[in-house]
C-alpha cells in the first residue's frame, strides 16, 4: 500500500497520463474525505438541509491540499474526479436517509449554492435518486454521455473543460449533453408517471 | 431499453438537431424508413427539447435556480384565453409557473386579473397538489386585505390555472419609502397586512411565506396579500405537515420552518415580525447575501436577531437618510422603546414564547399606538429584575439583603396603580433605593445602561405613565425620578416623551416651578450626555436665560464643553461651578464638578492643574468620609491616570496598588468599577514596562468586565484583547494568549459586528501571534472566518495595509486576476483574493 501523500500525487499524474486505474484510486481516497464533510455539514444541519455540491467540493479540494500539500495543477482535473465521488456520496446519503425514514419516498436533498447578489432559495427539489437510476441506464448505453452529465452536474465542469478533461471537442461536449437531458428527463418522467 | 435502438435513437435524435427547429417534426414524418416505435419515442424527445422540458442547464446548483425561476422561454406557447379571461402580457414568475395579466369584458364590464399557470413541466403530481390547494384555500378566503380569487380552471390543454384580482401598486417597503411614512404610520400600514393574516387563521390558512414581496399596498393606500402559493390548510394531524416539502424563503423563516417541524400560526407571526423588522428598520433581522448555509441555519436557529435600532445604525448614511429622512435620531429612539419587545417577542425562536395569534400581536401594537403599556414588555420584566439583582447585587451580604427587600418593593410598584399618596411615596421611596442600587452596582455609567436595568427602568416609566391623566402630579415627580437615574447610569439614549410630558404639566402648573426647573435641567444634561449638541445647546440657552449664575447650570455648560472637546471653554464654567456648588464636601454634584474640571485640564492639556483640583477634592473629602469612601477611592482613581499624564509612573503604579484592592472590595469583584480599578493598574505597569507583572491586573480587569458587563461588551473585549497582547508579548512561544484573543474577537463581534474594524485589529494581532508560532492554518481562519467580510475601507488605510501583510503572510503573494470575475467568496482564497486585491489605491500595495 502507498502512503497517502506520496500515493495522491503520483496517482495523480498516473491518471492525467490516462490511467483509469489511477482515477479509480484515487477516487477512493476522496470518498472518506467528501463523506466525512457530508457528515460535518449534516452534523450541523440535522435536517438535511443544505449541501452544495461546489462547497462540497471547495472544501474537499482546501482540506486535501492542507493535509497532504498535494498541488493540484488544474483545478478542473481535480473536480472531474471529484465528480464520481460527490455523486456516490450523496446517493449513499440519500440511500440511508429513506432506509431511515422508512416510506419517505423522494427526500429533498437540497442543492443550493448562493450565486453572489442572490438570496439563497430554498426549496424546490429533484428526485436524484431517480436521476441517478437514469443515470446508470445511460452509462451502460452511451457510457461518454453519462460522463458528461456526471462531470456538469456533480462536478460542475463547464462544457470547455469536460472537452479538455476527456479529451474531446467542446461541440461533441455540447451534443452529447443535449441528448443526455433530454433523454434522463424522459425517463424520469416516465417512472414518475408510470408510478 | 435494447443497446442496437438506443444508437439508432441517438444517432437520429443528433441528426434532427441539423433541421431548424421548425422543421424537425417534418423531418421525422419524412423518414419512412423508421419504425412506429422509434418515430413514438424520437418525437417525444424532440417535443421535450423543444419545450425547453429537459433536465435544466449546469450545476445542480443551477437547476435548483431553474426549477425556481422558469428559464424564459420566449417558444413556449402561451394559450390566448384562458377561463373568461384574455391573456395579455406575462407580469411575474414564480416557482410554480407565470402570472399573466388576464382581462374580462363583461357586459361593458371590464374586469383584470392576475392569471396565474402551473408550469406546464411541473404537471407532476406533487407540484400540481400544491397548485390545488393553494386554488382550495383561497376560496376559503374572503377579505379585503387578501388578493381576491376571481375565477379558476383548466387551460385548453389540461393545466391549471387561477386567476386572481390584479393589485396595481407598490411592494410594502417601496410604497413605505416612496410616501415617507413615518415610523407610526408604518405601524398602523402593517396593522392592515396582520389583519389579513389573522383572517387567514381564522379560516384555517398559515400562509408560511409572508415577506415584503408578497404585500403589496394600491394607490389608496390598502394592503393587499399575496401569494398563497405554499399556504397550509391548519391540519388537526399536526405531524402530517410535520415533513411536508419546504418551499419558501430563508429571509423571513421561522426555525421550526427551517427545521422541518410542525406549522403552526406562529409560523406566521414570526414572519410578521421579520416584516415588520425590516419595515422599521431597513433590513430583515438575518442578513443572508453571501452567506454559506451552515453559517444561515445558525442565524435563524440559534441567534438573535439585533437590536432594530443598532440595524438601523449600521445601515449606511444614504438608507438612513432615505428611511427616516432628518428625523435620525427620532427615529432611531422610536426603535428602541417597545416597539422592539414587540418585534423581538415575534421573532422569537420557540413558537411557544411568542405571540399566540396574529390578534394579540395586533393588540400590542394598538397598545404601542396609544402609548399603553405593551404586553412583550412585560412579559419578562420580574424575571428580569431578578436576574439584574443576581448579577449586580451579590457584592456583599449587606448588598444582598438590601437588594432582596428592593426587589419585593419594586415589584409592588409596579404589580400595583400607585393611586393614594402612601403608595406614591412608597413608590417614590422604591425608586430612589433601586436607583441607588442601580448606580452603586455601575457608578460609571460604562454599561450605557446595562440590558436589564434599561428594562426596569422603561417598564417603570410605563407603569407611571399609564398615571399622567389621573395623578399629574404623581407621574411628573416620578418621571423625574426615572430620568434621575438613568442619566445617572449613563442611559441617555431613551424617549423623551415622558420627561417631556411631565415638564408640560409642570411648566403650566402653578407651584411646581421648581419640579419645572428640576426638569428642564435634567433634559438638558440627558441632550450633552447624548451628545446631541444643537438640541443641547439651544436647552442649556435657555436655562442659563432663566438662571444665568446656577451651579448645575454651569457644571452643565462645562460638562457640554467638555464633551465637544473644547477644553478651553470648559474650564471657566467648571471653576466658577466648583465655587457655586454648596460647600457640604459630599455633594455629589460638587464632586462631580471638580471631576470635570480635572478632566479638562487633563484635555488641555495641563496635568499639574488636574492634579491640584483633585488633591484639593481629595483633601476636603477624606477627613469627611473617611479614607475608604467611595467618592475617595474613585477621586484617587483618576489621579492616577493625571500622574500617568505628568510621567511620574513610579507614584502612578504605587496609588493604584493601593486603591485597586479597596476598590474590588467595596464594589465586589463583579462590577465594571473594580474592572476599571485593575486596567488602570494594568497600564501603570506597562507604561513602567513591568509587562510581567501587568498580567495578573489584566486578568483581574477582563474577569470583572465579563462578570458585570457581560462577554460581549466591548469594554470586556478589549481587556480581554489586552491581556491577551501582553501575554504573547511576555512570551510568543505560549499559546495561552489565544483564549483571550478568541474571547475578545467573540465578544466585540457581537457588540459590534463581525466586520468592525476593531475586530479587524484584533483578528491582526491574533493571526500575527499565530504566524510567529508556525501555525498558518489557523491564522487563516482567523482572518478570513466564514461568512465575514472584514471592513477594511472602515478600517482606514493602516490597518487595512497591515491586514494585506498578514494575508500575504499566510498565503504567499496571491495573484490578483485582472479580469472582473466574481471571486469565490465561499473559500478562503476567495475571500483572501477579494480583500487583498480589492484595494482602493495602488499606494496601499504591501512592497
Known amino acids: 500500500m502507498r502512503s497517502d501523500q506520496a500515493g495522491i500525487t503520483d496517482l495523480l499524474a498516473e491518471w492525467r497520463e490516462g490511467d483509469r486505474r489511477a482515477e479509480n484510486e484515487l477516487a477512493e481516497h476522496l470518498y472518506p474525505v467528501l463523506r466525512g464533510l457530508v457528515g460535518v455539514q449534516l452534523r450541523r444541519a440535522p435536517s438535511g438541509l443544505t449541501l452544495s455540491a461546489t462547497e462540497l467540493v471547495n472544501e474537499a479540494y482546501i482540506r486535501l491540499e492542507q493535509q497532504r500539500e498535494v498541488e493540484w495543477r488544474n483545478r478542473g482535473h481535480f473536480f472531474a474526479i471529484a465528480a464520481t465521488v460527490v455523486r456516490r456520496v450523496v446517493i449513499d446519503y440519500l440511500r440511508e436517509r429513506s432506509a431511515e425514514k422508512r416510506g419517505a419516498g423522494a427526500i429533498g436533498l437540497r442543492w443550493e449554492d448562493v450565486p453572489s447578489g442572490e438570496q439563497p432559495a430554498v426549496g424546490d427539489q429533484i428526485d436524484w435518486l431517480a436521476l441517478d437510476q437514469a443515470l446508470t441506464r445511460l452509462q451502460e448505453l452511451d457510457a461518454e454521455s453519462a460522463r458528461v452529465v456526471e462531470l456538469r452536474l456533480f462536478g460542475g465542469l463547464s462544457n470547455e473543460s469536460i472537452a479538455e478533461v476527456m479529451s474531446s471537442s467542446v461541440a461533441t461536449v455540447g451534443r452529447q449533453w443535449r441528448f443526455a437531458r433530454t433523454w434522463l428527463a424522459e425517463q424520469m418522467d416516465l417512472s414518475l408517471d408510470g408510478s | 431499453m435494447d443497446p442496437e435502438a438506443f444508437r439508432t435513437l441517438r444517432a437520429l435524435f443528433d441528426e434532427a438537431m441539423q433541421e431548424p427547429p421548425e422543421a424537425r417534426m417534418q423531418w421525422i414524418s419524412s423518414r419512412a424508413d423508421l419504425d412506429a416505435a422509434t418515430v413514438a419515442e424520437l418525437r417525444r424527445l424532440l417535443l421535450r427539447e423543444a419545450g425547453n422540458d429537459a433536465l435544466p442547464e449546469g450545476l445542480p446548483v443551477s437547476l435548483l435556480a431553474a426549477a425556481l425561476k422558469v428559464e424564459a422561454s420566449p417558444d413556449a406557447p402561451i394559450p390566448a384565453c384562458v377561463g373568461r379571461f384574455v391573456l395579455a402580457e406575462e407580469i411575474g ?117 409572508i415577506k415584503p414581496s408578497n404585500v403589496m399596498v394600491d394607490g389608496e393606500g390598502r394592503v393587499r396579500l399575496l401569494d398563497f402559493g405554499i399556504a397550509k390548510p391548519l391540519a388537526n394531524d399536526v405531524a402530517a405537515t410535520a415533513t411536508a416539502d419546504r418551499f419558501f424563503t430563508p429571509a423571513y423563516a421561522p426555525p421550526e420552518q427551517l427545521i422541518g417541524a410542525p406549522i403552526t400560526v406562529a409560523c406566521d407571526v414570526y414572519s410578521l415580525g421579520a416584516l415588520l423588522y425590516e419595515l422599521l428598520c ?42 427616516a429622512g432628518r428625523d435620525v435620531r427620532p427615529w432611531r429612539r422610536q426603535l428602541s422603546g417597545e416597539l422592539e419587545s414587540i418585534v423581538q417577542r415575534a421573532l422569537r425562536k420557540e413558537p411557544d414564547s411568542r405571540y399566540a395569534s396574529a390578534d394579540a400581536m395586533d393588540e400590542d401594537l394598538v397598545n404601542w399606538l396609544e402609548h399603553r403599556p405593551v404586553r412583550a414588555a412585560g412579559a419578562g420584566r420580574l424575571y428580569r429584575l431578578r436576574k439584574f439583582l443576581r448579577r449586580n447585587a451579590i457584592a456583599t451580604a449587606a448588598v444582598v439583603i438590601v437588594a432582596a427587600s428592593i426587589g419585593v418593593a419594586f415589584a409592588l410598584v409596579l404589580r400595583e396603580t400607585i393611586a393614594a399618596n402612601r403608595e406614591r411615596d412608597r413608590a417614590r421611596e422604591a425608586l430612589s433605593v433601586l436607583g441607588e442600587a442601580f448606580v452603586s452596582a455601575d457608578p460609571t ?142 455633594d455629589i454634584e460638587r464632586i462631580d464638578a471638580h471631576w470635570q474640571l480635572a478632566e479638562a485640564q487633563r484635555q488641555k492639556p495641563d496635568p499639574a492643574a488636574a492634579m491640584s483640583t483633585l488633591q484639593s477634592l481629595l483633601g476636603g473629602l477624606e477627613p469627611v468620609v473617611g479614607a475608604n469612601h467611595a467618592t475617595v477611592l474613585l477621586t484617587r482613581l483618576r489621579s492616577v491616570n493625571v500622574l500617568l499624564d505628568l510621567k511620574r509612573v513610579d507614584e502612578a503604579i504605587s496609588e493604584a496598588q493601593t486603591v485597586s484592592p479597596r476598590i474590588e472590595s467595596l464594589y465586589g469583584r463583579t462590577s465594571s468599577v473594580s474592572a476599571q480599578a485593575w486596567s488602570t493598574l494594568a497600564l501603570a505597569l506597562v507604561r513602567a514596562q513591568r509587562y510581567g507583572e501587568s498580567l495578573e491586573p489584566y486578568r483581574k480587569a477582563a474577569q470583572s468586565f465579563a462578570e458585570s458587563l457581560g462577554e460581549n461588551h466591548v469594554a470586556t473585549a478589549r481587556s480581554y484583547f489586552n491581556l491577551a497582547l501582553m501575554q504573547n508579548y511576555v512570551d510568543p512561544s505560549d499559546p495561552s494568549s489565544a483564549e483571550g484573543f478568541r474571547k475578545a474577537i467573540a465578544g466585540a463581534s457581537i457588540a459590534r459586528n463581525p466586520a468592525d474594524p476593531l475586530v479587524t485589529f484584533f483578528r491582526i494581532e491574533y493571526a500575527k501571534s499565530l504566524i510567529a508560532r508556525g501555525e498558518k492554518g489557523v491564522a487563516r481562519e482567523v482572518l478570513l472566518p466564514e461568512g465575514v467580510m472584514p471592513d477594511l475601507a472602515g478600517a482606514g488605510p493602516d490597518i487595512a495595509r497591515v491586514f494585506r501583510g498578514q494575508i500575504e503572510a499566510v498565503f504567499g503573494s496571491l495573484d490578483c486576476p485582472k479580469s472582473g470575475r466574481e471571486p469565490d467568496l465561499g473559500t478562503f482564497e476567495g475571500r483572501a483574493r477579494e480583500l487583498y486585491c480589492n484595494r482602493p489605491t495602488v499606494d496601499d500595495a504591501p512592497t
Open chain 2, 93 to 209: 414568475r414564480g416557482g410554480m409557473g407565470c402570472v399573466y395579466r388576464g382581462v374580462r369584458e363583461d357586459g361593458g364590464v371590464r374586469q383584470e386579473a392576475a392569471v396565474k399557470i402551473l408550469r406546464t413541466d411541473l404537471r407532476q403530481r406533487r407540484a400540481l397538489e400544491r397548485f390545488l390547494v393553494e386554488r382550495e384555500l383561497l376560496a376559503r378566503l374572503d377579505h379585503p386585505g387578501i388578493a381576491r380569487l376571481l375565477d379558476s380552471g383548466e387551460t385548453g390543454d389540461g393545466t391549471p390555472f387561477v386567476a386572481m384580482e390584479l393589485v396595481r401598486g407598490l411592494g410594502l417597503i417601496e410604497y413605505c419609502a416612496s410616501r415617507h411614512l413615518g415610523v407610526v404610520e408604518r405601524v398602523i400600514l402593517f396593522r392592515q397586512v396582520v389583519a389579513a393574516v389573522s383572517h387567514a387563521h381564522k379560516a384555517l390558512v398559515v400562509h408560511r411565506d
Open chain 2, 282 to 323: 431597513g433590513r430583515p433581522p438575518f442578513e443572508l447575501k453571501d452567506k454559506r448555509a451552515a453559517e444561515i441555519e445558525r442565524l435563524i436557529l440559534v441567534t438573535p436577531p439585533r437590536p432594530m435600532a443598532q440595524a438601523f445604525s449600521s445601515l449606511d448614511e444614504s438608507r438612513r437618510l432615505e428611511l
Open chain 2, 445 to 586: 455609567g460604562l454599561s450605557g445602561g446595562d440590558i436589564s436595568a434599561r428594562n426596569i427602568l422603561d417598564a417603570a416609566s410605563r407603569r407611571i405613565s399609564e398615571h399622567v391623566d389621573g395623578k399629574p402630579d404623581v407621574y411628573a415627580e416620578l418621571a423625574e425620578k426615572v430620568a434621575d437615574v438613568q442619566l445617572a447610569l449613563g442611559v441617555v439614549d431613551v424617549d423623551d416623551t415622558g420627561v417631556m410630558r411631565a415638564l408640560e404639566w409642570a411648566g403650566r402648573e402653578a407651584g411646581q416651578e421648581n419640579l419645572a426647573w428640576r426638569l428642564s435641567l435634567l433634559q438638558a444634561r440627558r441632550l450633552v450626555a447624548r451628545h446631541a449638541f444643537p438640541d443641547a445647546e439651544a436647552a442649556l440657552l435657555r436655562l442659563e436665560r432663566q438662571k444665568p449664575g446656577d451651579p448645575l447650570v454651569l457644571l452643565a455648560r462645562g460638562k457640554f464643553w467638555v464633551a465637544r472637546g473644547e477644553p478651553a471653554e470648559a474650564i471657566p464654567f467648571l471653576t466658577r461651578a466648583v465655587a457655586a456648588l454648596p460647600r457640604e464636601t459630599d
